[in-house]
């Protein structure tokens, strides 16, 4: 399969530091072991590292030093399942006693003040093969809680290859950073997770946290699941898993399975919508009653799914059809959860599988 059949790796969560955005000193800075509280900080606090100006590169890659310490700590080191040999923990015939080691791990690291090797951890323990369901339930909701803030939240922890400090400079606009800073995901994005009350209210010099993507979707239609992940889309094998969405689904199982990109020019907010079933019902923008909600996102079959036109990821005006099958074949989700899914899914680079 082109894509992964379970997630990989991503982060985890801490208090915001800039809830009003524009007037506050910008996004918290931490290094790993800081154990002071993080809540009510500023620029000119000790722990506070001031990185260079302007977008840094992706850290070299790191030793596994205090996560294999971690691991130690409770029994023998487990190895990620890509070097499993047979001879420890983590292979197929132990897997349950892999990912409690794991978790303890992840606990230990997490009581050091070190979340980023906790997170890896956890992205360890979903490389593990032959876990059930309950289990990667487990996982899912642990990297979800810890990603809802290392990604999505403004605390930038120094170190963490998914996100990066960029300074503001004159004749700078939120849609010029992120274009021009490449950073595969809307602008809004941005805004998001440096609790920016507006677009306009940057200011010179002021430190923003970007998120690096691209994001990319995997739909569950057995669980009515939506699991979002990050990596280079010629990578899937690389791919981490950030959170996870539910969603509606099509009548009659009409929503189709396979590989899926987002179109090019198809994200439209505060869309117009004509029924395809009814051409004279139509809803205009700015209509309570549209029933795609705020946000489109357009996707193009790709390989056998080619032949798959007309689908798509929106919103809702009937959360009580979440969880079920009632739309007309197209992915349905939660307002709040198609607003984050538009900031982060980009046109032409982002991939959606759609499974059983």
């Known amino acids: 399969d082109a894509l992964l059949t379970e997630p990989l790796p991503n982060p985890q969560p801490i208090s915001p530091a800039n809830p009003g955005g524009d007037d506050r000193p910008g996004p918290l800075v931490i290094t790993q072991g800081d154990d002071r509280s993080r809540a009510g900080r500023g620029a000119d606090d000790p722990g506070v590292i001031e990185p260079d100006d302007g977008l840094r590169p992706p850290p070299p890659p790191q030793d596994r030093g205090m996560l294999d310490e ?6 023998a080191p487990v190895r990620p399942a890509a070097e499993n040999d047979g001879t420890n923990p ?14 303890d791990a992840a606990d230990r690291l997490i ?5 980023l090797a906790a997170r890896q951890a956890l992205w360890d323990a979903m490389r593990v093969p032959g876990l059930d369901e309950l289990e990667l339930s487990v996982l899912r ?6 990603n809802e803030e290392l990604i999505f939240g403004p605390t930038y922890i120094a170190g963490d290859p998914l996100s990066t ?7 700078d606009a939120l849609s010029r950073i992120a274009r021009a800073q490449k950073v595969h995901t809307h602008w809004r994005l941005i805004q998001r997770v440096n609790r920016l009350s507006s677009p306009e209210r ?12 691209p994001f990319h979707a995997i739909v569950d239609k057995s669980d009515y699941r939506l699991d979002l992940f990050r990596g280079e889309t010629e990578k899937p094998e690389t791919w981490v ?5 539910e969603v509606g689904l099509g009548e009659g199982n009409s929503t189709p399975i396979g590989h899926f990109i987002v179109r090019p020019d198809s994200k439209l907010e505060n869309p117009a919508w004509v029924n395809p079933r009814n051409p004279s019902e139509k809803y205009s923008s700015d209509d309570p009653a549209n029933p795609i909600g705020e946000f489109w996102i357009g996707i193009e079959g790709l390989g056998d799914a080619a032949a798959y036109a007309g689908y798509g990821l929106h919103g809702t005006i009937e959360p009580d059809s979440i969880g079920e099958s009632r739309s007309m074949g197209c992915v349905r989700l939660l307002p709040d959860d198609i607003a984050l899914l538009y900031e982060c899914l980009v046109e032409g680079e982002s991939l959606v599988q759609i499974r059983e």
């Open 111 to 115: 009581a050091r003040n070190d979340p």
């Open 70 to 75: 971690a691991l130690a700590d409770g029994s």
């Open 202 to 213: 940057i200011r010179v010099g002021q430190k923003l946290k970007l998120v690096r993507g």
């Open 90 to 103: 983590a292979d197929q015939n132990d897997p349950a006693r892999a990912i409690r080691m794991y978790l």
């Open 241 to 245: 898993y950030i959170r996870s969405f």
């Open 141 to 146: 909701g642990r990297l979800g809680s810890m």
């Open 165 to 171: 400090l960029y300074t503001v400079k004159p004749g």
